[in-house]
């Protein structure tokens, strides 16, 4: 299955890290988040990778293409513009997808997410879409007390209860009837909400490990993990 990765946005809440080069390529180690994105889907089996390329796009692709050789991967580079919404991006690049049902996903997170089972349960309902979801981690410690004294402390447990868009998506092409190419065309708020009302959404539940990095704080986890030879998004080899 093809893998669209969402590449375009500026990454505004990185500070100085994206004045050159855009979120997607700022490192955590020594390689790029995007190179960690791409490394998890084709650990799984998944190599076809369609980049949507908008702020310093060029950036992504020389990268890419000089530091790569040694991956299996087939990439297309697809220049969808500056400024345009999610949904705009995935419009344009839908002429380059190949496979009937496609992975979708953002430039900035991480997960253990077995990948295969994601396709198994999308095969297995009858919705246009699936979407994975996930209970993030508290960005703040977990303290229970008993009167006056802490009883329990964890320092970033994940949460029990609710669930968030995890960012990890199979679409149908049914999709692209929902979406047109105008830089407003917006995903969430625009297609997946209408398909979700129409009941052709599902849920993929995953309660491994997730992390998104949308601040330098984030970031720095992300590296310490490295740091520590503790990397569970590239340890899930399927």
């Not at 879409?129 to 006056?148: I, N, Q």
């Not at 105008?182 to 995903?187: A, N």
Request: net charge negative.
């Amino acid at each position: 299955m093809d893998v669209i990765i969402f590449c375009g946005g500026r990454g505004s809440r990185m500070s100085d890290e994206t004045y050159d080069k855009p979120k997607p390529m700022i490192d955590i180690g020594d390689k790029p988040i995007l190179w960690h994105i791409m490394k998890m889907y084709s650990n799984q089996g998944h190599k076809r990778f369609l980049l949507t390329l908008g702020y310093k796009g060029s950036v992504i692709q020389d990268w890419f293409e000089e530091n790569i050789k040694e991956e299996d991967w087939n990439i297309e580079f697809i220049k969808t513009g500056i400024n345009s919404e999610k949904g705009a991006r995935l419009k344009r690049a839908e002429k380059y997808i190949l496979s009937d049902n496609f992975h979708v996903t953002y430039g900035d997170g991480v997960s253990d997410i077995n990948i295969n089972n994601l396709v198994e349960f999308h095969n297995s309902h009858i919705g246009e879409a699936t979407m994975t979801v996930v209970r993030p981690p508290s960005r703040f410690g977990f303290v229970s007390l008993d009167g006056e004294r802490v009883d329990e402390f964890e320092e970033k447990p994940q949460m029990q209860t609710g669930f968030i868009n995890g960012g990890f998506f199979i679409f149908n092409k049914s999709i692209f009837n929902y979406l047109n190419d105008r830089e407003d065309c917006d995903l969430e708020y625009g297609v997946l909400d209408v398909i979700a009302r129409e009941k052709k959404l599902y849920a993929f539940k995953h309660n491994g490990f997730w992390q998104c990095m949308d601040n330098i704080r984030e970031k720095e986890y992300l590296d310490g993990m490295i740091n520590s030879q503790k990397i569970p998004w590239l340890e899930n080899n399927v």
